[in-house]
DNA sequence: CAAGGGATCTGAATCGTTTCAGATTTCAGG
DNA sequence: CCTGAAATCTGAAACGATTCAGATCCCTTG
């Protein structure tokens, strides 16, 4: 590992003239015998030189493959990238396996475009020997997306600490005054600002806990007094499983904690005698959700009716029933989280959230940073959508007749 | 539009020092009283300086706010920006909506982060007024690969005109040769070596027309005579309906154009009386392939099964089943492409595909490239997933006695 | 004819790094 | 005490563009 480079000792094989490889905006000029200004301006402001000359540069650009000024370089001089970055905690494998996030990323895809922008998917990669922080705080963007992080994490810590126009996703922006969160220590220099970060970062949420509360009502007036709860991840890598008090304590996701908090505000509200039974999915797939079902009702048999954080665990929970042969609604009622495109077809009751809005929202708040503007935090309104796979708890063993 | 930029007349309001926005290497550099290189050291080479130092170095940086070297910066100089743009010639809004996309993105980008390689998404934009070819021709990038463009377009041409590792995912390699495609007039430029676009593009596609030939005869194996296709889009924007031949002849998609080709040489090879009706959707969405299907059956009511060039095409065409009252697969045989993750559930006869694999594989190749190498071109398998959206033809009106 | 004003074009600074090729210091071995 | 080699550190040249502040030149106007 000591010897790094070699010595370029014989140069290179067969390359006679200067030119090596790439054709710059230098090499144009001098075949052209005219500065390097005029050769930039003839791609840049057209207005700035006759119409003779710059065709004549263009010409000759073409002739020579000089494919237009390199946009790196334009991109130092400028300041300005013309790429935002969307962080993502997880894998990026999985990111696109949820078609809640598929379906956000493509409508901030698309209302960034309008501005030219365009996304940068950064990911913390798997790989335990690369640093998860890299992606991050290497990226040439000029904003910066997180979808989510876990509060208080490394990650989010290090994004702050580009302090460049952020906005944060389903997530409280972190208040930056007393913590001394991102901000370096500068005490002993006065004279550098303390530039406030709230200035350049912004918020858009849903209602999360507003809309867990509808659910969870909704199987309580229906008469379920033994609910399981599926929840997604509540931390960093554990594994699912049931929840534990203590783990619940814990909870890192925001959307987690808030769905959470608004099934036990339901739950406080209702009946003193129901139960809510918590069990955390190791990952948001359908397969997880199966899983999680199929150890819930074994543990729990008395559970009527599930609460899913996401319409992608529900599907899991739907086909655990069809596996052990429990009727939906009748012998158990199923209510998901997201309102995904497919979930009609299921016939799932769920919560519907404005997916495509919130994508659309977080490019306008990150459009008006990039302007200077500060625009205030938006938070998104959620709703209950029944459709066929909620229904009232059976009260005898004996399956109720089956409607239509 | 002739002022364009206010004069700086007053600098701004509170700033007394010399040092404004971001810091730098060198103010890091000048605070310490060392050059720059050895700051630069201090990130970049650790061994090249006493660990003393650099210990000062790393905390004065933090003292000053300094948040490392400039990623930009660090591009510019090093020449590789630790990014790889993909191509994608829809509106991004639903490259996304499309889960295949999005399984292929996934997997693609979890084999390049190995590589701490980082996504760029680049669509063209949807408004009209800019340049369509702007985001490819102006994106910082190491590599690019084309998800799926129209032949001998525009498009393509620029990105192979930007010379650069490239490699086209379901979709032939343009040849460069006789074409005079790309390579810029350089004729009298004889020192200028004609670099062959062909070692720094590889291909990665799959059975295309084999999976569909497979779909076809398995249909009419079941003595299916009159057959629908849902085709997926054969040209850019036009609008979906019927095919007419002439349409059918200009297919600039190339998978779309070879699932066609199976179709036909099924055809060709079984018994002469049966036909099909083509009908392309205007996008990939169910609800796009519902309305086919419905306009489809409509004007051909002999139709008794449906080959649909995606999975998602399908899920419309189940849809609109379920809307008429055909019952599926007695009334109606349906067949899908692709195999989603969902296709399982709904019991969807398809033609498989291995969307992860090929997205590694497009990985894989793009290291190679990246490493100077020159991988081969791959050609991926498909297979036929029977069942249960299909079912021999009935011999009479009345419906069969249903299974199970 | 002088003055003024556009229209064109150029020189040079700058963006913020990395890295090569020394310069200088340190130190073990003889 | 001398000699090289190894360890540290530095100066300056890239990387490839953009852009401001002129410098020229030409033409109208008084």
């Known amino acids: 590992m000591s010897s790094s480079s070699a010595p370029p000792s014989s140069a290179s094989p067969s390359r006679a003239s200067q030119s090596s490889g790439r054709i710059t905006l230098r090499e144009v000029a001098r075949a052209l015998g005219v500065s390097v200004a005029t050769v930039s301006n003839a791609y840049?402001?057209?207005?700035?030189?006759?119409?003779?000359?710059?065709?004549?540069?263009?010409?000759?650009?073409?002739?020579?493959?000089?494919?237009?000024?390199d946009p790196l370089a334009r991109s130092l001089r400028r300041g300005r990238t013309g790429v935002i970055g969307v962080v993502y905690d997880a894998p990026l494998e999985y990111a696109f396996a949820d078609p809640a996030a598929a379906l956000f990323l493509g409508s901030l895809a698309q209302s960034l475009?309008?501005?030219?922008?365009?996304?940068?998917?950064?990911?913390?990669?798997?790989?335990?020997?690369?640093?998860?922080?890299?992606?991050?705080?290497?990226?040439?963007?000029?904003?910066?997306?997180?979808y989510s992080a876990a509060q208080d994490s490394e990650l989010?810590?290090?994004?702050?600490?580009?302090?460049?126009?952020?906005?944060?996703?389903?997530?409280?922006?972190?208040?930056?005054?007393?913590?001394s969160v991102n901000q370096p220590v500068l005490a002993d220099q006065p004279d550098l600002p303390a530039q406030d970060h709230r200035a350049q970062t912004s918020g858009v949420q849903i209602d999360d806990a507003g809309g867990a509360r509808l659910a969870a009502r909704h199987l309580m007036d229906l008469g379920h007094t033994h609910i399981g709860v599926l929840c997604l991840e509540?931390?960093?890598?554990?594994?699912?499983?049931?929840?534990?008090?203590?783990?619940?304590?814990?909870?890192?996701?925001?959307?987690?904690?808030?769905?959470?908090?608004?099934?036990?505000?339901?739950?406080?509200?209702?009946?003193?005698?129901?139960?809510?039974?918590?069990?955390?999915?190791?990952?948001?797939?359908?397969s997880d959700g199966e899983t999680c079902t199929l150890e819930l009702l074994r543990s729990e048999p008395e559970i009527t009716a599930l609460l899913c954080m996401s319409d992608v665990l529900a599907q899991g929970a739907l086909r655990a029933a069809q596996t052990l042969g429990l009727s939906v609604p009748h012998r158990l009622s199923v209510i998901g989280y997201d309102d995904l495109p497919g979930s009609a077809d299921l016939k799932l009751t769920t919560v519907w959230q404005p997916t495509s809005e919130k994508g659309q929202r977080?490019?306008?708040?990150m459009l008006e940073l990039l302007g200077g503007q500060t625009p205030p935090d938006v938070r998104l309104p959620t709703r209950l959508v029944v459709r066929g796979s909620t229904a009232a708890r059976a009260t005898t063993d004996a399956p109720l007749h089956p409607p239509g």
């Open 113 to 146: 475009q309008a501005a030219s922008l365009n996304l940068l998917l950064l990911a913390s990669p798997g790989d335990p020997q690369t640093d998860p922080l890299a992606p991050v705080q290497g990226a040439s963007v000029d904003g910066l997306i997180v």
């Open 156 to 179: 989010l810590r290090a994004v702050m600490a580009r302090s460049m126009p952020t906005v944060l996703v389903d997530q409280p922006v972190p208040v930056d005054q007393a913590g």
């Open 362 to 365: 977080v490019g306008e708040a």
């Open 44 to 69: 840049n402001r057209p207005d700035q030189l006759s119409a003779a000359l710059r065709e004549r540069v263009l010409d000759t650009a073409r002739t020579l493959g000089y494919g237009g000024p």
């Open 234 to 286: 509540l931390g960093p890598r554990q594994g699912g499983g049931p929840v534990t008090p203590e783990r619940e304590r814990q909870v890192a996701y925001h959307p987690t904690a808030e769905r959470l908090r608004g099934y036990r505000e339901a739950l406080a509200a209702g009946p003193s005698e129901t139960r809510l039974f918590l069990t955390e999915a190791e990952r948001n797939t359908p």
